[in-house]
């Protein structure tokens, strides 16, 4: 496996003007799939980041927050409730649909972390809405060689995450020692990408040359086998995704993500008729 380009990502805003950079679920990075959307957010600036993300629905896909600086507060209409703060993960489920928010407890003070949304099977798009709060103390810490990886989902040597996984997903937070390597052997036909946020790497590109990807870049990885990428002189921070491709059609209209364009409008017409879970008609 091997770099096959670097995507810088576009500064965008979203929910009450919270500004991000958003990496993939763009026109330079449309979907990675089953991964439909990464947005990286990094502010010390209360006024970027106080007006979160008030009360706004979601079907068919999941939704992966994993915070690193801050403290973000979660409500669902399915009862779900918690606050993570640093090193913790919001993991939701929604499923047939759900209607959430996601709201700072902070009024000043940096706010930094990843939103990545991962796309569900068809046969999966309407089960049942849920919420998983993955806190810091919870999820596995594999140090070696320089590295310390932090388990959020799937295996990473002897070490399970703790989320629960609709799509079949391995998601991991690395930190790099200065020139140390980073080794990974996603299961032939996966797909992967590195979102780096501290530091440097450098791999490999589709010709065996060197391709150096900086803080703040996205990776996108291809082909099979194992993929190497070894630490700048200051050393690296990432966040790395990799998942088997559902390979089914996608149709997405704002905070729905179903299979066809009818499936939208029908997702829409339940929203406007209250028929989400827990929503009051």
């Known amino acids: 496996?091997?770099?096959?380009?670097?995507?810088?990502?576009?500064?965008?805003?979203?929910?009450?003007?919270?500004?991000?950079?958003?990496?993939i679920g763009t026109q330079l990075c449309d979907m990675i799939d089953p991964f439909?959307?990464?947005?990286?957010?990094?502010?010390?600036?209360?006024?970027?980041?106080?007006?979160?993300?008030?009360?706004?629905?979601?079907?068919?896909?999941?939704?992966?927050?994993?915070?690193?600086?801050?403290?973000?507060r979660h409500r669902d209409?399915?009862?779900?409730?918690?606050?993570?703060?640093?090193?913790?993960?919001?993991?939701?489920?929604?499923?047939?649909?759900?209607?959430?928010?996601?709201?700072?407890?902070q009024i000043e003070g940096r706010m930094r972390g990843f939103q990545l949304w991962v796309n569900l099977p068809a046969a999966l798009k309407m089960a049942k809405p849920g919420y998983q709060d993955l806190t810091q103390d919870t999820i596995p810490t594999v140090a070696h060689d320089g590295l310390t990886v932090r388990v959020i989902a799937g295996t990473y040597q002897d070490a399970h995450g703790p989320a629960i996984a609709r799509t079949p997903i391995r998601l991991l937070r690395i930190d790099a020692e200065p020139n140390a390597t980073i080794t990974l052997d996603p299961p032939a036909g996966h797909n992967a990408f590195f979102c780096i946020y501290e530091g440097s790497v450098v791999g490999e590109d589709a010709a065996g040359r060197n391709a150096t990807a900086e803080a703040p870049s996205l990776a996108v990885l291809n082909g099979d086998g194992p993929v190497a990428v070894a630490a700048g002189p200051k050393g690296a921070a990432l966040f790395y995704g990799e998942g088997q491709p559902i390979n089914e059609p996608v149709a997405k209209y704002g905070p729905f993500v179903m299979n066809t364009q009818q499936e939208l409008i029908q997702a829409v017409h339940d929203y406007q008729n209250g028929r989400f879970v827990g929503q009051a008609a």
């Open 1 to 23: 496996m091997h770099i096959e380009r670097i995507i810088q990502g576009i500064e965008t805003s979203d929910g009450d003007g919270v500004r991000l950079t958003r990496m």
């Open 36 to 72: 439909l959307m990464l947005d990286r957010f990094d502010n010390d600036d209360p006024g970027a980041y106080i007006g979160g993300f008030p009360d706004h629905p979601h079907r068919g896909f999941e939704t992966v927050t994993v915070m690193l600086d801050g403290r973000l």
């Open 77 to 105: 209409s399915t009862g779900g409730e918690g606050v993570i703060g640093p090193g913790d993960v919001q993991w939701m489920t929604a499923g047939q649909g759900i209607i959430h928010s996601e709201m700072p407890e």
